[in-house]
């Protein structure tokens, strides 16, 4: 299971570029770095990964735009694999 998230509570005038990309870092392309070390040996094994989510993935709230678009790219990311893995 991947279960990470980081982010800054802050208002869209307020969060930072370095604040915005580590949640994207954290969320989205830590996704992808763990599907690609985790799921060669998972798929051998019949097994699966699971991401897990919030809310901000749905839909985002007011100072939480990091969390939100590192969550929804998560969802995305994991959407893919589905499609692509499923089968599998």
């Known amino acids: 299971m991947y279960d990470a998230g980081a982010f800054k509570a802050a208002g ?3 969060l930072s570029a370095p604040d915005f990309e580590q ?3 954290v969320s989205c ?3 992808l770095l763990t599907t690609q070390a985790a799921v060669p040996g998972m798929l051998e094994r019949g097994r699966s990964i699971l991401f897990s989510g919030a809310t901000a993935s749905i ?3 007011a100072r ?3 969390l939100a678009v ?3 790219g998560l969802r995305a990311l994991a ?3 589905a499609r692509e ?3 599998e």
């Open 23 to 25: 949640a994207w870092r």
């Open 85 to 87: 893995l499923g089968p």
């Open 70 to 72: 590192g969550k929804l």
């Open 12 to 14: 869209i005038l307020e």
């Open 59 to 61: 839909r985002g709230s």
């Open 64 to 66: 939480f735009a990091g």
């Open 29 to 31: 392309l830590g996704g």
């Open 79 to 81: 959407r893919s694999m």
